[in-house]
């Protein structure tokens, strides 16, 4: 299926709930939870995620958690926390009451934790974990019993103890479950379930001197909230073994508090071209400054295609277009650039903007005089209406509407020819000045045709093109930045040098992603624009008034061009 059609058939995981509806299981509710970690901001890949977990609960009558997976003190942030929640709200979606925490289950975790101790399920290791590591063995070599393995459950119960008051050395012990080191599942050869680390954390401050790992700590997160689809991405699909064990052991003891008992369910990553999609990576851009920040436009964050004028509505049609898969694969950046303009060509008013100036004089046109011209705002929006937009003898057109010796398909406008100027008149040019030194030419002069003027033309004129424009008297300057992709290869992330070594994706990054124009002139009609709002500047593409934007200062962000340029420049 091309990735242009609407998928309306079932994806696999709704096909799994409604089976799961249809089947009484869980009483036939469905919960599900979205679980950032607060290490960074959203990407393209969480909004993904955020779309299918709520998606799936609006569909189907359940609930969706917010759920702050936080159980790394060592790259959390409460600032992260905040970004997070904006990012979900903006692209629409309402969480089920408060938002909740992996640390408000610090408690519950430790008493579930000793009570697997006690029934022999759990036990404390004092070999280093570089050791560990090694004596896991390969997934083709069975591992090796730690010496502590069978330790007595009263030791074991002393030293959790003491690993929790902050007794004992970061890295001395580690809690591990008590599962088999032969599994050919290597997530079964006794994982990890808690690390001393003496960190201060951003919710519980000092209290805890040990962390619970991922794995013990998110489908028992998933069991107190009553999660019953726990969808998370492919590579975890290794850990359900995993994650069904915990489920079971607990089950042993409290059931209750497996009932409705969670169930992971794993989905392709999105993936996308021409970018990185890992918030590790995308610090790293931030921090080393390669970009402006996470919202910097040209960041596949979910607060950079914000800012960059991306809209709510959008991103989920996008989401949406991609699909649900089993298998990973690369979606194409020019999948999401459509997703905007098929949105933004509806409600985006056009106005006129002339990115790069150059004078025009229409000497038969009195001096000192202005009129208002009435133009149409969107002809795809039969509500746009329309905006007074003043014409006066001095213009400004785009440099590149005007050649000196054009070629005869040009048919924009050179000595001799005449173009209409967009909701005013059809002019004739009959001259240029340039600047002999420099060759630039710097005025162009014309005569208009008063009886040519739009949507009262008597004269039967017909020329062949239409160019846009702006008063310079009346007109306001603005900084415009043009954003192209951020890096220059497909994959940046999927090169091997001669050595067969990994190449740092960074080498990829394109140096022209940003190209900032500061003599831009648009339509005073403008001069009161705001942050996010959006425009089709004329025959140039999607702007959005960027944040930077203060009194007397306008600065737009380019959203994207009007077509798909790079599927042009790749066919020629
Ligand atoms: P990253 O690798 O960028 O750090 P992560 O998976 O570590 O991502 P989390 O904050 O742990 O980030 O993820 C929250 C949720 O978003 C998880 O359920 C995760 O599976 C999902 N998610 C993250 N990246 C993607 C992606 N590229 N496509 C789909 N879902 C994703
Ligand atoms: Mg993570």
Known sequence: MSQLEENTSLNFIEQIVEDDLGDGKNGSVIHTRFPPEPNGFLHLGHAKSICLNFGLAQKYGGKTNLRFDDTNPVTEDTSYVEAIKEDVR???????????????YFDKLYELAVELIKRGKAYVDETSVDEIRRMRGTPTQPGEESAYRNRPTEESLTLFEKMKSGELAEGSHVLRAKIDMASPNMHLRDPIMYRILHHHHHRTGDNWHIYPTYDWAHGQSDAIENITHSVCTLEFEVHRPLYDWFVEQIGEFDQEMVNPRPQQIEFARLNVNYTVMSKRKLLELVNEGYVNGWDDPRMP????????????????????????AKRDNMIDLSLLEFCIREDLNKTAPRVMAVLNPIKLVITNYPEGKAEDLSVENNPEDENGGSRIVPFSRELYIERDDFMEDPPKKFFRLGPGREVRLKGAYIIHCDSFEKEEATGEITTIYATYFPDTKSGEDTSGKKVKGTIHWVSAPHAVTAEVRLYDRLFSDPEPTNHEDDQGEPIDYKQFINPDSLVTLDNVQVEPGLKNAQPFDRFQFMRKGYFCVDSDSSEGKLVFNQTVTLRDSWAKKSKK
Do not use: C, K, M
């Not at 607060?303 to 949406?320: C, K, M």
């Open 90 to 104: 903006w692209l629409g979606f309402e969480w089920e009451g408060e938002e909740h925490y992996a640390s408000d």
């Open 301 to 324: 964050t979910i607060s950079g295609l914000r800012r960059r004028g991306y809209t709510p509505a959008s991103l989920r049609n996008f989401a949406e277009r991609v699909g649900v």
